[in-house]
């Protein structure tokens, strides 16, 4: 199967630190998660056909897929519903997975690994949970653009997405 994202894809708000093993570590992550993040979108046998409409470079061949893949805006009685597209969706909850995997402190400043022998990993909690919660906001505009169009999409039977708080 070809992949939504690709390591380069990671850079700005989802930064991932280069380094010698990241390459590694990060496909061993993305597989799974990528995979699990259509599927919680889309329903499982959506989710199945989107990815199976994958070209060799991941992004889909069908309308009714790049639909989904690209980013659009629309108006939806009194809202704008907006997204920046599947890819975006996908990047966020792959990065969210691989960043609590990965011993790195990942803050607005970019990401670094904490050196102490009598000190804790301090991850940017609240940075993370503002990624991860945008990120389910691009999925939460696909769903409902699915929805709205609904007669393209009959095999559609994603899960409610859930925002992340820190309580």
Same mark, same amino acid.
């Given at each position: 199967? $070809?992949?939504?994202?690709?390591?380069?894809?990671?850079?700005?708000?989802?930064?991932?630190?280069?380094?010698?093993?990241?390459?590694?570590?990060?496909?061993?992550?993305?597989?799974?998660?990528? +995979?699990?993040?259509?599927?919680?979108?889309?329903?499982?046998?959506?989710?199945?056909?989107?990815?199976?409409?994958?070209?060799?470079?991941?992004? $889909?061949?069908?309308?009714?897929?790049?639909?989904?893949?690209?980013?659009?805006?629309?108006?939806?009685?009194?809202?704008?519903?907006?997204?920046?597209?599947?890819?975006?969706?996908?990047?966020?909850?792959? %990065?969210?997975?691989?960043? +609590?995997?990965? $011993?790195?402190?990942?803050?607005?400043?970019?990401?670094?690994?904490?050196?102490?022998?009598?000190?804790?990993?301090?991850?940017?909690?609240? %940075?993370?949970?503002?990624?991860?919660?945008?990120?389910?906001?691009?999925?939460?505009?696909?769903?409902?653009?699915?929805?709205?169009?609904?007669?393209?999409?009959?095999?559609?039977?994603?899960?409610?997405? +859930?925002?992340?708080?820190?309580?």
């Amino acid at each position: 199967m $070809p992949n939504i994202v690709e390591l380069i894809d990671f850079t700005g708000e989802y930064q991932i630190a280069y380094g010698t093993f990241t390459e590694a570590k990060f496909d061993v992550i993305r597989d799974p998660s990528e +995979k699990s993040a259509v599927y919680q979108l889309l329903g499982a046998t959506l989710g199945a056909l989107f990815l199976a409409d994958l070209d060799a470079n991941g992004v $889909p061949v069908s309308a009714r897929f790049t639909a989904l893949y690209n980013a659009f805006a629309y108006d939806d009685g009194c809202k704008i519903v907006e997204s920046k597209g599947m890819k975006d969706y996908v990047k966020g909850i792959v %990065w969210i997975d691989y960043v +609590k995997q990965n $011993p790195i402190n990942v803050g607005t400043a970019g990401n670094t690994l904490a050196k102490s022998e009598n000190a804790d990993n301090a991850n940017d909690i609240i %940075w993370q949970i503002r990624v991860y919660n945008n990120s389910i906001s691009q999925g939460r505009a696909i769903q409902m653009y699915i929805v709205d169009n609904s007669s393209n999409y009959t095999e559609f039977n994603g899960q409610q997405l +859930k925002y992340m708080s820190y309580v």
